[in-house]
């Protein structure tokens, strides 16, 4: 499996939703979440990519303690979580840091603690629930093959469309 290059944006444990401005590249506060949830995991995005909503591909990026916003992680994908928001199709690749020999033994979806993926489907299927106007419907995990496609179709939909 192919590694890449992911920036957090998010840290685990983190009620503050950060944004990178990619023409400045400076990290914004976006907002606070509404609900008491905190993020399960370090959250980003994959550089070089455009996702089906026009922002990069995001991530879920499982590591044993969490990173400051804007720090890069070269991350393997394991899986995905296939969700959908009212701006349609957000699913969720989840990788382990490339490098790391706690992560090794994670290679797919199955290999990720039920306790961790419950977690997460859990975080994405509230998170929202106190916005105004906004929902999550959650659609089940899919494979490290899957995460791979969805990073490989987000190269190409850059190359092929331009900047975000």
Known sequence: MASYDAVIEIPKGSRNKYEVDHVTGRVYLDRVLFTSFVYPTDYGFFENTLGLDGDPVDVLVLLEYPVYPGVGVKVRPVG?????????????????????????????????????????????????????????????????????????????????????
């Open 80 to 164: 995905v979580f296939n969700m959908s928001d009212e701006a349609g199709i957000d699913s969720k690749v989840i990788a382990v840091p490339a490098k790391d020999p706690r992560w090794a033994h994670i290679t797919d979806v199955d290999s990720i603690p039920a306790q961790l993926r419950s977690e997460i489907e859990h975080f994405f299927e509230h998170y929202k629930d106190l916005e105004p106007g906004k929902w999550v419907k959650t659609e089940g995990w899919g494979s490290a093959a899957d995460a791979e496609q969805i990073i490989q179709n987000g190269i190409t939909k850059l190359a092929e469309e331009g900047a975000h």
